[in-house]
């Protein structure tokens, strides 16, 4: 998938104020669209929502993969939770005896950070070289808009998918009972319709899929 006209680059050497009044300026001249209660707009052909895009930006530019580095990839609601935790346990397995696994008190999303909500979505992380090795991160995005230095690099890649049904159930219900209170879901019909159009976090569906899929052919 290309980048398209929403695309934008802001240097390096752009103050962090700067570089975040860049992004604000770029999400009011994006697409926008209400799915299951959540405001989603598009960004280089997918459609997430705008608290992502703060993290997704800087995250292409800016990212440094090296060759020890696993990358976990996956649409929300698809089982993240359950891959952070198995990838780090796997990576870990001689760090930590089963008694002292850092699982038993903290959540996988405090263990292996999403670069869209958590490294990036506050202003550039200062401190990734002191992470220790291997690095394990996780995202939402599509193969596609990965930061060239991913792409190019020998990291580990691991992708998860689900049934897509079974995808938009789980996240209709996430919508209903997430404590957000300007996150109010429609019927369920209706989010369905919007589901099977794409319109949904980090959709279309297939376009999601499929630029992992190839790439590992």
Known sequence: MEKNKNSQSFSSSTSEEDYKNGIEKLLNTLPRKNSSGFSLCQYNG?????????GMIPFQQFF????????????????????????????????????????????????????????YSHGLPRNLDQ??????????????????SIIHSNCRLVYICRNPLDNFVSYWHFSRATKNVNIKPGPIDESFVNYCAGY?????FWDNIVGYWKESL
């Open 46 to 54: 997918i459609w997430c929502p705008s608290s992502a895009i703060h």
């Open 64 to 119: 440094q993969a090296n060759q020890n580095n696993i990358i976990l990839a996956s649409l929300p609601k698809s089982g993240t939770t359950w891959l952070k935790a198995l990838i780090f346990s796997i990576v870990n397995q001689n760090r930590y005896a089963l008694k002292d696994s850092p699982l038993l008190t903290t959540h996988p999303h405090d263990l292996v950070f999403s670069v869209e909500y958590k490294l």
């Open 131 to 148: 992470l220790s090795q291997p690095r394990i991160f996780a995202t939402h995005t599509h193969y596609a808009s990965l930061p060239h």
């Open 200 to 204: 949904h976090g980090f959709g279309p």
